[in-house]
Structures are given as C-alpha cells and as structure tokens.
C-alpha cells in the first residue's frame, strides 16, 4: 500500500506541461513509445469515453529502468485531458518499438470525472487489445507499474484526489481512500516498457482505467438486506 504525497494540481501538471513542450521541440526524441494509436480528442476507446488527448510521449532516455530523471529530462506520457462522460473505462493504445533494454516512462494525466457521480477508487491496468479484446497483461513479461522500492526508485504513484495506492500485481493499480468529485484531478505513475512487447501483435499495449463510483444509496440498502437475510438464514439453520 502507498500513501500518495505530493500529487502535482492541475495547474502544476499544465505549466509542467508546458516546459516539456518546449524541451520537445528543442531535442530529437527516441525510444520505446513511439506514439498512440488513435490521436486527436479520441485517442482513447470505451464507454466511459468523453475526450482523452496524448499530445506529448517522449523519450529523452531509452532504457532507463529504475533510474529516473527530474522532469523535463525524464521519458514522459502526457494525457493533459482524460475526461469520463461515463462510469466506465476507457483504453488508450500505444504502439512500441525496439530499443535493446527496458525504457520507464513518467505519466501525468488530468482526469475529469463529468459522470455526475462521485468516485471513491479508480483502477489502472496494463494489458494487450482494446474494448472486448483487451487481455491482462501476463506477470513477469516485463510490462508492469514501477510503484518504487523495491524496484529501484522512490517515486511512488500520486493523485491529488486517492491518497492510498494498493498494487494487487505488478500490472494493476488501484488509488482508494479519497473522492474524486465533477471535475479534473491529478494522477502519476510510472510504467515499464520491455522490448519483449515486439513479440506481442503489432508492438503494441494497452493502458485501461476504470473509475469506481461511490455505491448509490439504494444500493447499499439493497446489500443490506440481502445481507441481514442470509444471517437470518444461517441462524435458522
């Protein structure tokens, strides 16, 4: 479990992004992430699609595993909209290339929850295929969220809205302990990207998150019947 410190707001993440912008255009970028499979105000696919926009994935230094770099000469994935219209996930699709060794890539999103309800979780998972496709990526293949200590860094994942992150294994993150209300919070993380991926169809993977709504209360009168019900039918028996 990790207690998220220090989460960027979302004025930090944009004025961030603006000096990797800058450091974009002024350096010849290589690497692992070559780009997203769809662009524009779609680059993301699902049902709690709204608009996801990748206008920045860069690579200042290819096979960085477990040595980051401040900022700006970091590998970085900019997501600066990722807005859910609905309570459900959305898939962005990368496509990768060869670079001889692991490559870690710093991430930044904005998350916009429009749904009109609020959210007490948000899930991450790394895995092949998009939508009814999409398959979990498999442990020890080298994809995973580089979450810190162990792995050879102290940069943990952070969100300015869940202050605790559970990593059940090595592709899943789930932030808790907080809400996520209308409008846009901050989430970090780290991914590793392995050469291992060009085996994979097309050199491509898959980043879904989902948001988990806060339970309706009708929901929760529901479990709570259903729940002093089958206490009532243990104690007859």
Known sequence: MYHCKGALSPAGNFGLLLSITVFWTSSASAGVIT?????????????????????????????NDNVPAPAVLDNNIFVPIKRFDFSGFIDIEFVVTASDGVTEYQVFESVDNNTGVNWNGYRMELGHGVGGLFVPSMP?????????????????PVSSAMPLV???????????????????????????????????????????????????????VLLGAALACLMGYRSRG
């Not at 020890?140 to 943990?156: E, K, S």
């Not at 302990?177 to 097309?202: C, K, N």
């Open 35 to 63: 780009s997203a499979t769809m662009f524009g105000p779609n680059a993301g696919i699902g049902p709690g699609l709204g608009t996801v926009s990748v206008p920045a994935i860069i690579t200042v230094l290819p096979n």
């Open 166 to 220: 559970a990593r059940p294994n090595e592709d899943t993150l789930v932030y808790s302990a907080g809400i996520h209300g209308s409008g846009a919070e901050t989430y970090q993380f780290r991914v590793d990207v392995p050469d291992s991926l060009i085996g994979r169809p097309a050199g491509r993977f898959t980043l879904r998150q989902t948001p988990l709504p806060v339970p309706e209360p009708s929901s929760l």
């Open 140 to 156: 020890g293949d080298g994809l995973d969220f580089d979450t810190g200590p162990p792995g050879g860094n102290d940069l943990p």
